[in-house]
Nanobody
Framework: QVHLVESGGGSVQSGGTLRLSCAAS????????MGWFRQAPGKEREAVAA???????VYADPVKGRFTISQFDAKNTLYLQMNNLQNEDTGMYYC????????????????????????WGQGTLVTVSS
């Protein structure tokens, strides 16, 4: 099974940047969709970005143009570059693995993908203040 560990969260001012990392260890299936999710206080978890094993990418509308997800590097680490952070980006950010390659592409935006991933990290906290 895969073990996911997120890092890179922190406190930034509005307009700032952060880069989140997701280090994966263990077995990674050849077909996958890796994603970043977030959960703000008092709100439900939502998907923000996903990349599959074919390097197809999808973003949630609130982050499109500001966040960039990248594929696994040689160290099996996935990244989420977050630029122009806003107060509403505050929340706990989670990395997740889905061993089905394409479902995320069709269902990230409609919210159906949230319940699908097979493995989750413990999360890293992002706080954006004015």
């Amino acid at each position: 099974q895969v073990h996911l560990v997120e890092s890179g969260g922190g406190s930034v001012q509005s307009g700032g940047t952060l880069r989140l990392s997701c280090a994966a260890s263990g077995y990674i299936y050849s077909n996958y969709c890796m994603g970043w999710f977030r959960q703000a206080p008092g709100k439900e978890r939502e998907a923000v970005a996903a990349i599959n094993s074919d390097s197809k990418i999808v973003y949630a509308d609130p982050v499109k143009g500001r966040f960039t997800i990248s594929q696994f590097d040689a160290k099996n680490t996935l990244y989420l570059q977050m630029n122009n952070l806003q107060n509403e980006d505050t929340g706990m950010y989670y990395c997740a693995a889905d061993w089905e390659r394409d479902y995320c592409l069709d269902h990230l935006r409609d919210g159906l993908w949230v319940g699908r991933p097979d493995a989750w990290g413990q999360g890293t906290l992002v706080t954006v203040s004015s």
